[in-house]
Nanobody, 129 residues
């Protein structure tokens, strides 16, 4: 079982940048597609970005396309989310997740759950204008 720990959260002002990291242990992340999700207070968790095991293919939510970049370093067992925010970002807890495929990050099973292997505990990003 892979364990995931996010870091790098903090205050992000309009026009500023922030980079989140997700460090894995227990298993190599090269076996997994990896993704970032976020959950604003009182709202549902939503997909932000995903990347295949090799890093060759990425996928983004429309709301962050062109501003956020997901990347991975399999040798360091770490995934990153670079957030460049020309406009204020909503305050949210950002979660890292591991799944078998890129589709597992966005396509739920018939019972409504995403078929993922692991979630991190989250890191808080506070948006400020």
């Amino acid at each position: 079982q892979v364990q995931l720990v996010e870091s790098g959260g903090g205050l992000v002002q309009a026009g500023a940048s922030l980079r989140l990291s997700c460090a894995a242990s227990g298993r190599t992340i090269s076996n997994y597609a990896m993704g970032w999700f976020r959950q604003p207070p009182g709202k549902a968790r939503e997909f932000v970005a995903g990347i295949t095991w090799s890093g060759a293919v990425t996928k983004y939510a429309d709301s962050v396309k062109g501003r956020f970049t997901i990347s991975r370093n399999n040798a360091r067992n770490t995934v990153y989310l670079q957030m460049n925010s020309p406009k204020p970002e909503p305050t949210a807890v950002y979660y890292c997740a591991a799944g078998p495929t890129l589709s597992s990050l966005v396509v739920p099973t018939p019972d409504g759950a995403l078929p993922l292997d692991a979630w991190g505990q989250g890191t808080l990003v506070t948006g400020a204008s």
